[in-house]
């Protein structure tokens, strides 16, 4: 069935770091990718989407890659700030648009 | 703020109550998803309605039922009330319910089964 996996955290990083959040998918035919930034005590919000092999998504200087030959789209950001402390979810929509996966968030905390 | 809102924004019952949770859509969106977010589970798809009807179904059990009024607000309902069914419940709202439209969410009900 569909799934999706993501790097399990939490990750702690200094301000201006480098960031990576791995995410890998299994699923048939060729579904929507989607990640969501969940901020302290608020609904999620959609960070960046791809919606068919090779695009990439980027928003907020952040930036992933459906890549369909590896099954991931791994989030990056090349200079993380104190604000972008938070939870991050990789997620997936079937083709049919019918069902939706989440992982399970990774949180992110960036120190000054 | 998404324009999708939630209430009661949080809700504490006993073991075997059954609740209402009400969620209101983004104007225009016509679209309703239901979640439930746990420690242990992650987030769940539990259901969504288009329009006013099913369409389609995830993780959701048979002591739980929604529906989508006229006015495109959605009611969850969670009968019979467990321990276990203490979890952040989120509504989500799209445009026409699409594989690739972006879901908006509320900002939750939390649900607190003693």
């Known amino acids: 069935g569909n799934s999706v996996t993501q790097m399990e955290g939490p990750v702690t990083l200094s301000e201006e770091a480098f960031l990576t959040i791995n995410c890998t998918y299994t699923?048939?035919?060729?579904?929507?990718l989607f990640w969501y930034v969940q901020y302290p005590g608020e609904g999620l919000q959609l960070l960046l989407k791809a919606t068919k092999a090779d695009d990439k998504g980027s928003n907020k200087g952040f930036e992933a890659t459906y890549r369909k030959e590896t099954t991931s789209f791994h989030l990056e950001k090349g200079s993380v700030q104190v604000s972008d402390s938070a939870v991050y979810f990789c997620?997936?929509?079937?083709?049919?648009?019918?069902?939706?996966?989440f992982g399970t968030g990774t949180s992110l905390t960036v120190i000054p | 703020d998404s324009g999708v809102t939630q209430t009661p924004k949080h809700l504490i019952t006993a073991t075997g109550q059954r609740v209402t949770l009400r969620c209101s859509p983004r104007s225009g969106d016509l679209s309703v998803y239901w979640y439930q977010q746990s420690l242990d589970q992650g987030l769940q798809f539990l259901i969504q309605y288009y329009n006013g009807e099913e369409r389609a179904k995830g993780n959701i059990l048979e002591r739980f039922s929604a529906q989508q009024f006229p006015d495109l607000h959605s009611e969850l309902n969670l009968s019979s009330l467990e321990l276990g069914d203490s979890a952040l419940y989120f509504c989500?709202?799209?445009?026409?319910?699409?594989?690739?439209?972006?879901?908006?969410f509320g900002p939750g009900t939390r649900l607190l089964v003693l």
């Open positions: 989500a709202s799209s445009a026409r319910g699409g594989a690739q439209e972006t879901q908006y």
């Open positions: 699923a048939t035919g060729y579904p929507s």
């Open positions: 997620a997936l929509s079937d083709q049919t648009g019918n069902q939706f996966y």
